[in-house]
């Protein structure tokens, strides 16, 4: 239990104003981000913090010479005209972000929870939810949020550090080829999420200490900030700025892509839900008080003792416009358009404008031209500001299929829903391990990039799904029989735990759906066949930079495997008399120009042993064979298909600028022009 003073701590505050800055931040900023300046997106991120740290340095002088609230303070500083306009100019701000935090809200839980449930359902429960969080007055909620603070906070670093297993540090570079122009919008994009910091200013009256009132101003934008880097650095390197710039709600999305132990929990972005759920809803409690709270004093109702029960009854009463909007902004997109033209050209601005326009009152102490100065600049900013612009099926009808086979079709929309209804049951996808296409599907580009376009609307399936394929599909998931359990689960449990290779060398479904944006990786999708009653990979498909470019042997695809780290340990047949087991690899790709010629340098080091050897070779002339038979296999692939067994490519923005933008533009020449050099060091442990 805890009083009812109507007052907070500084450490309330500081958490109740972080969790209105996470979570449309979190959601909707690093598509922004990728979209507006890609890899140089981390750097938009310091600078939008920094700019914000300055606008909490034009704050603070505000919040210290505050005695009454905020709109009382607006009247005092710059006449009861101008201050009424300022006042007007916040309500429309905070109904309008509520309006739209409202649909997002809805819209993130329909597409991440409840995908078969009805808007107007949930919009109507988010609401009563925020009226119930608005009627329990702001120490409450901020008491609420003080509790949930590290229940939140360590499962989402926790996702963080399981994440960085899935990033590739390759997808970070080049840097700083967008431009200063794009680094300003960029960062200008950062300081609108970090914006409602704005909100300390209505919390005086509320915070016994002005000095803690700053400092967890303060503390929350950089804490943000520290979060949205780490967020973005973590997102580009999982998906690359290509994919990222087009994802919808990617931070979701990551959670789903981290890769469990166990096999059953395949969708941990519905577990991890709860994160944008209180964000979210903080920031919609939030937007809704100061609106009624700022409503009140226009209305010359925020004096006398009954002004809080005012407050909480006008709050309440802003509900049905928050409604009306939120239902405005789901049935039209040109809403959207609009409020987002309002956010970059009125209501950001407005928001440093009338601080700015406070402190320049002060500057000249009040007198009564500054004040009718200050009128006419409020009425002209209010002004730009003004003319900115249910039949879910129950669990006992339902059916959880561990695997689903994709076949080549003429139209990929109706074979998916003819496969979706073949039975009575209505299919779950959450648990899906594998996805099978058919051979005669993958190579053909134009209906693999409409399954995948029709997959990625979905969202249906679980974008750490592995992508296997098969010649009949009927035919391998008929050896469930056999197997004793579905040919999904096995193949699942070979991969990840029987497997010499590394499990994030089986491209999953999102790595197909990056690659349609990136084009910058070379994968290897295994293709599986019956051998002896069992799904066994006999040769892997290869999608070069989105497009399928053949096939090649397992000797091939290990090759690649090894160069890249990827290999706990590689047997090798030199010859027919001798075979060597090869581990510990640890490559360092790099690029040579030197002479006129461009070569990928591969140099190796690992550790080897002699399994087999009938011959009297020694360690130098083993060293020579080995390194001489993986020049010769890669050669042979570049030369004659094309392949590059590195995938050196994924690396040669970070590693050779000049290549990068000779190649971007035409990547299919990329290949032609280039050799592959393979350095081998074996420390030979037994002999």
């Known amino acids: 239990m805890f009083a009812e003073n109507h007052k907070i701590s500084g450490r309330q505050t500081f958490r109740l104003l972080t969790f209105d800055l996470l979570g449309a931040g979190t959601l909707l900023l690093p598509t922004v981000l990728a979209k507006v300046a890609g890899r140089d997106g981390i750097f938009c991120i310091v600078l939008g913090v920094a700019a914000a740290l300055v606008y909490l340095r034009l704050l603070a002088p505000l919040v210290r010479d505050m005695e009454e609230a905020f709109p009382l303070y607006l009247e005092r500083k710059l006449g009861k005209v101008c201050g009424k ?5 916040y309500v429309l701000y905070f109904v309008l972000l509520a309006g739209y935090v409202a649909y997002l809200f809805s819209d993130v839980v329909l597409k991440s929870l409840l995908r078969e449930e009805s808007f107007w359902l949930v919009l109507i429960l988010v609401l009563l939810l925020a009226g119930y969080g608005v009627w329990g007055g702001i120490e409450g909620r901020a008491r609420a949020y003080e509790l949930l603070f590290w229940f939140l906070m360590v499962p989402l670093f926790a996702m963080f550090v ?4 899935e990033v590739q540090t390759d997808y970070w570079a080049p840097i700083f080829t967008e431009g200063a122009g794009r680094a300003a919008l960029g960062a200008y994009c950062v300081f609108m999420c970090l914006a409602p910091v704005s909100l300390l200013l209505f919390l005086g009256g509320y915070v016994e200490k002005r000095t803690a009132l700053l400092h967890a101003g303060c503390g929350a934008v950089v804490f943000t900030g520290v979060v949205y880097a780490a967020l973005y650095l973590i997102l580009l390197g999982i998906f690359g700025a290509g994919a990222l710039g087009e994802m919808e709600f990617p931070a979701i999305t990551m959670m789903s892509t981290v890769q469990t132990y166990g096999g059953f929990l395949k969708r941990t972005d519905a577990f991890m839900f709860g994160i944008w759920f209180f964000t979210l809803y903080a920031l919609l409690n939030g937007s809704v008080f100061y609106g009624g709270y700022c409503l009140t004093h226009l209305l010359g109702l925020g004096s006398g003792k009954d002004a809080r029960e005012r407050e909480r009854r006008i709050s309440i ?21 609009w409020f987002e033209l309002f956010l970059w050209y009125a209501g950001t601005p407005f928001l440093v404008a009338v601080p700015l326009l406070l402190r320049l009152v002060s500057i000249f102490k009040g007198s009564k031209a500054a004040k009718r100065m200050a009128a006419v600049i409020a009425f002209v900013i209010l002004s730009g500001t003004v003319c ?4 879910t099926a129950e669990l006992e009808d339902r059916s959880f299929p561990a695997e689903l086979a994709v076949k080549e079709a003429q139209n990929i929309s109706e074979a998916w829903l003819a496969a979706e209804y073949e ?3 209505r299919p779950d996808y959450n648990h899906l391990k594998v996805l099978f296409l058919e051979r005669a599907l993958l190579e053909n580009e134009a209906q693999t990039e409409e399954l995948l376009d029709l997959l990625e609307q979905k969202n ?4 750490n799904t592995y992508v296997v394929a098969v010649e009949d599909a009927e035919q391998i998931m008929g050896l469930s029989e056999t197997l004793g359990e579905s040919v999904g689960t096995y193949l699942e449990k070979q991969f990840e735990t029987v497997s010499e290779i590394d499990k994030r060398m089986y491209p999953t479904l999102g790595v197909l759906y990056q690659e349609q944006e990136n084009r910058q990786e070379t994968l290897f999708i295994p293709f599986v066949a019956e051998e002896e009653g069992k799904p066994k990979v006999t040769e892997y498909c290869v999608w070069k930079r989105g497009k399928n470019a053949g096939t090649v042997g397992c000797a091939e695809a290990k090759i690649s495997f090894f160069i890249q780290n990827k290999l706990e340990s590689y047997l090798l047949s030199v010859d027919e008399d001798t075979v060597l087991e090869l581990s510990g690899a640890r490559s360092r790709i790099s690029f040579d120009g030197k002479g006129g010629r461009r070569q990928i340098l591969a140099e190796i080091c690992c550790s080897g042993s002699v399994v087999n050897q009938n011959g ?12 001489a038979y993986l020049n010769e296999t890669a050669a042979g692939l570049l030369r004659g298909r094309g392949i590059d067994l590195t995938n050196s490519y994924r690396k040669l923005g970070g590693a050779n600028r000049d290549w990068y933008f000779a190649y971007q533009s035409a990547p299919d020449t990329y290949e032609s022009s280039v050799e592959i050099v393979c350095d081998l060091q074996i420390d030979w442990m037994k002999f």
């Open 162 to 165: 399981f994440a960085t297993d």
């Open 388 to 391: 900115g612009g249910c039949g």
């Open 85 to 89: 306009l300022c006042a007007a100019g």
């Open 317 to 337: 009463g802003v509900l049905p416009a928050v409604l009306i909007l939120a239902l405005v902004f789901y049935q039209s997109a040109s809403a959207l358009r």
């Open 616 to 627: 009297q070779a020694s360690e130098e002339e083993l060293t020579d064979a080995v390194t």
């Open 460 to 463: 249906d399936v679980p974008r």
């Open 423 to 425: 039975d009575n049951s």
